[in-house]
């Protein structure tokens, strides 16, 4: 509704500088909901803390692991969250009372576990077959999921036949997500292989070399005909999805054409991580061994800004689903750095009388301005005035119905400071506070001013590498 | 609350602040003497409770000079006409006669708002006797002829609910329609069940009068304002405080939220229920987060006490209106302020809310009009008048009736007014439930409640017309009469579960 009175539309569409800062513990991964209302962090102590982006305050902690979180997933309508950790294990919250739904054990510390829109999700596991655990039932259905790239080739001599073998072997997965329809799984292996499995016959009807590394990070824009592939060759890919679910799908004439390959060429930087934007327009990866985050355009393949402030080199970063907004870990500190646009407060808001002028108008009065009238008169002559129908119930966009009959997330009193660590929590824009234990009120001690770079133009800032 | 001007000073204005010095026991309400009355006059309300006034009002003057020069020092730049007519006003701020003044200066400012005002003064300060209007009012319902081709809201006294010794200041229903919670001068906050009446809980624990009162979404918490510059968080299963995981004085308990300097006006919770919006006597709008009971911003938002406040249904957006007759719509994420309403008049503005749609505002005026303002264009749309609106913080709501909106207010000669939200027409007139004035009106469904200075808190029903039975003015004039003296003399609400502790 604040879109109906605000001009933050015109305002950058990449966040610029760190707007607040946010810890509870040691974070190493993080996730927003689809809503982006939420931002799931995952911390090395096995705790899941779910913020809220509101309020920049803890709306539950989740404990159940004891190792460190290595992914979360969140359900489409958002009240289920799986968390997946090093220590084989995946839980399935349910966000309404903070339950654990299922526990799901692997046989190995598993990478990734993503939910499928109905109740299935795919897990990559640490030097062992991918699987798909199928959770709609009491008990869990595992199917294994294949690494072996798809030979056409399939009356091949004997010894290449064993040559692809031993090939095969040593072929893992090492990234595997969900299309958006939930029809496939994409899945990415060491040898830098994309494979494409139909998630119903679990079987790879597709497969191709698109780099030379491992494959370390996937992601697919919202409307998932975008496909963005980070791998440890130092080259960050994307590619055009083909549509996956029409009825009539070719595999023979089946491609996945590369759209384009970010890198820096100067330092040979390696990338942490990546994501896509809310829209797909932009990418952003945090660097290895290095502080800043790289943003490129997508259109053009250029890089439009580096976002250089904490002194830390960043982890996992995760664009939020709407706005310009991105949220980073620190890998030493596990903070969690929030990355957006600080919108400029419009002085004519404040009175209404007043606008604001490039230069000087010459004001001109009306020839009535200065009549005088009885009180009634212009009374009479407002309400007169005031013949337009109004609608106080029609909501403008229907798309917004949705948000009451929705799953909201219940509010709760009882969170409490059990972590040893200070938390941080940031007042207004740039504002942070530590908050010493036992304290409740607003009180101005302990404040901390995280200053805000003004950041000039987009121009300046691209090119001071 | 406080609208008027020279109640803004000597009394601080709130309602029951005012009702407070003039004996509130000589006029009690027929049903209310209960048991626990002698309970609750035991406390030591009364004496402290006035020194404690008069200290706070001179502390008050003092605050808001404070947060004016603040608040006007930093805009001044920009606002020209206003920062010159709030300096003019400071300069005053230390007498007596302040706000007053202030108003007149105001007025005189602006060429338009002429004579009339010095007449509404004038009234104003000889308001006390709240019997002046009754007899306007001697021809009850019956005169109303109901138009049967569309869905009016006819709306009969049904449930008398007695048990606060001081006039009860807000009645909200909570949002599922099972709850009324209502707020009173005397301190306590009092939980009703909306379908029977009885009497839930008693909430204790502020050391002032509550002047406001907000129910969470889920209907499970209630957050009460109060004039001991406390918020407090109340969980409505156990009528306790909110119980948190932190360790306060109280056990885990949790600690009233503290920030504002002055008086707690007004309160609303965000659609998701994670943010609580308050507003103040101080001038100054804060959101706190419900989570963790901490201050999350705090907007300098008015130059005079901040009578209203909401949040817009999908939480975007905050609304807050000051007796400065400034209306401001808030950015909830940046707290920045996107758009400044203003009417020509400059009338005191003592409530405001959000439509269902979030499209409009309706703001109550203390000129007896309450207006409709499309924020987004900045102007108003519609008037509605027929009610009395020119000294107290009356508050109303949106309505729905079979997808019909209207537009429900309280009025201060103690009735009740419903218009069409598009033809501005009067769609139902209860005069005269209170004795006093009537402050607070809130509507859920087929259920209505009423606040008054009369110490209780009256329920309504709207009785559905069943086909085309019921034809003519008589048969109507029947059944209304019924409900009329069935409303009065049901309920013998049990009072004996209340009780009296400090928290």
Redesign the interface.
């Known amino acids: ?6 001009d933050d539309y015109l305002l950058q569409d990449y966040p610029e500088n760190i707007t607040n800062t946010i810890r509870s513990g040691h974070a190493t991964m993080l996730r927003f909901d689809r809503k982006g ?1 939420y931002l799931a962090s995952g911390r090395v102590d096995g705790t899941v803390v779910v913020w ?1 982006l ?6 539950r902690k989740l404990r159940g692991h004891n190792k460190g979180i290595t992914f979360l997933s969140w359900s489409r309508c958002g009240r289920y969250l799986l968390s997946t950790c090093q220590g084989w294990k995946a839980i399935l919250w349910d966000l309404q009372d903070g339950s654990r739904l299922r526990e799901v054990r692997f046989r190995a510390p598993a990478y990734i576990a993503e939910i499928h829109p109905w109740n299935q999700f795919v897990t990559a596991l640490f030097e062992e077959q991918p699987m798909l655990v199928d959770v709609s039932e009491p008990v869990d259905i595992k199917h294994i999921l294949p690494s072996a790239p798809k030979r056409t080739n399939t009356n091949g001599d004997a010894a290449l036949k064993e040559k692809q073998a031993k090939e095969d072997a040593r072929q893992m997965t090492t990234s595997a997500i969900w299309t958006t329809t939930g029809d496939h799984i994409l899945a990415g292996t060491n040898k830098g292989k994309l494979n494409i499995i139909d998630a119903r016959t679990c079987e790879i009807i597709y497969t191709e070399k698109i780099c030379s590394g491992v494959i370390t990070t996937m992601r697919l824009t919202a409307s998932g005909r975008d496909l963005l592939v980070n791998s440890q060759d130092r080259i960050i890919r994307t590619f055009r999805l083909p549509n996956l679910s029409v009825e009539d799908l070719d595999l023979d004439t089946l491609q996945v054409p590369l759209e384009h390959k970010f890198q820096d060429v100067v330092n040979k930087l390696s990338w942490n991580h990546v994501t896509f934007s809310a829209t797909g327009e932009y990418v952003a990866a945090s660097t290895y061994n290095n502080h800043e985050l790289y943003v490129w355009e997508r259109n053009h393949g250029s890089l439009v800004c580096m976002l250089k402030d904490p002194k830390e080199e960043q982890g996992v970063i995760e664009w939020h689903p709407s706005r310009a907004l991105l949220a980073a870990c620190g890998l030493e500190t596990g903070r969690i750095y929030i990355w957006s646009v ?2 400029p ?10 606008a604001e002028v490039e230069e000087n108008v010459e004001y001109i009065e009306r020839e009535d301005e ?1 009549d ?2 009885a ?1 009634e008169e ?1 009374h009479r002559r ?2 007169d005035a ?1 013949d ?9 966009q229907p798309k ?1 119905m949705g ?1 009451e009959n929705s799953f ?11 972590d040893s660590e200070d938390e941080f ?1 940031a ?3 740039g504002t942070m506070r530590r ?1 010493s234990p ?1 304290e ?3 009180d101005d001690d302990g404040y901390e001013r995280v200053p805000v770079k003004k950041v000039a133009s987009k121009g300046g800032r691209s090119k001071k590498k | 609350m406080t609208p008027g001007s020279e109640s803004r000073d000597a009394t601080p204005p709130l309602k029951r602040r005012r009702t407070d010095s003039e004996s509130p026991r000589t006029s009690k309400p027929q049903a209310t003497s209960a048991p626990e009355d002698d309970n609750t006059r035991s406390r030591p309300t009364d004496g402290p409770d006035d020194r404690g006034r008069s200290q706070d009002a001179g502390r008050r003057s003092r605050d808001l000079s404070g947060s004016r020069g603040r608040y006007s020092s930093r805009s001044r730049s920009r606002r020209g006409d206003y920062s010159r007519r709030s300096s003019r006003s400071r300069s005053q701020s230390g007498f007596p006669s302040r706000s007053r003044s202030r108003f007149d200066s105001r007025s005189g400012s602006r060429s338009r708002s002429g004579s009339p005002r010095s007449g509404r003064d004038a009234s104003r300060s000889r308001s006390r006797s709240s019997d002046r209007t009754r007899s306007e009012y001697s021809i009850p319902q019956a005169s109303q002829t109901p138009l049967p081709e569309k869905t009016r809201p006819n709306y009969k006294p049904k449930l008398v609910l007695h048990g606060h010794t001081k006039p009860v200041s807000q009645v909200r229903i909570s949002p599922n329609g099972s709850f009324i919670a209502s707020a009173s001068a005397d301190g306590t906050i009092r939980i009703w069940d909306a379908a029977t009446g009885s009497h839930m809980d008693t909430l204790v624990g502020h050391m002032a009068g509550v002047s406001c009162i907000a129910w969470s979404p889920d209907s499970n918490t209630i957050a009460s304002g109060a004039d001991d510059k406390a918020i407090r968080l109340w969980d409505r299963v156990t009528g306790r405080p909110k119980t948190t995981a932190r360790k306060s004085a109280a056990g885990n308990e949790m600690a009233p939220l503290r920030g504002h300097h002055n008086y707690i006006h007004c309160l609303a919770f965000s659609p998701k229920g994670n943010i609580l919006a308050s507003g103040s006597y101080d001038e100054a709008v804060f959101l706190w987060d419900v989570r963790a009971g901490r201050l999350m911003r705090s907007l300098p938002a008015h130059s005079d006490p901040v009578s209203g406040i909401d949040f817009c249904p999908d939480g975007t957006l905050v609304v807050s209106c000051s007796t400065d007759g400034l209306i401001r719509v808030w950015d909830t994420s940046t707290g920045q302020c996107l758009r400044t309403l203003v009417h020509e008049d400059n009338p005191a503005v003592t409530h405001v809310c959000f439509s269902p749609n979030g499209r409009f505002v309706l703001a109550f005026n203390l000129d007896n009009c309450i207006r409709l303002w499309d924020y987004v264009a900045g102007n108003v749309k519609k008037t509605y008048q027929g009610h009395k609106n020119e000294k107290f913080a009356i508050g109303g709501c949106f309505a729905v009736l079979d997808d019909v909106p209207f537009i429900a207010s309280a009025s201060e000669d103690g009735g009740i007014v419903l218009w069409d939200v598009k033809n501005k027409e009067v769609l139902q007139q209860i005069p005269k439930q209170h004795k006093g004035v009537c402050f607070w009106v809130d509507v859920h469904g087929d259920i209505m409640a009423s606040a008054g200075q009369d110490h209780s808190v009256r329920v309504y029903r709207h009785v559905r017309k069943n086909g085309g039975l019921v034809r003519d003015g008589v048969a109507e004039n029947q059944k209304l009469s019924g409900a009329e003296t069935g409303g009065e003399t049901a309920l013998p609400i049990r009072q004996e579960d209340v009780k009296m502790e400090d928290a």
């Open positions: 509704m604040n879109m109906l009175l605000s209302d809220d509101e309020t920049m305050g803890v709306a600080v919108s407060q419009k002085w004519s808001a404040l009175a209404p009388d007043f200065f005088i009238y009180q212009i407002r309400l005031e337009e129908d109004v609608d106080v119930l029609t909501l403008d917004a948000w909201r997330m219940p509010v709760l009193f009882n969170l409490g400071e059990s929590i007042v207004s824009t908050r036992g409740g009120q607003g």
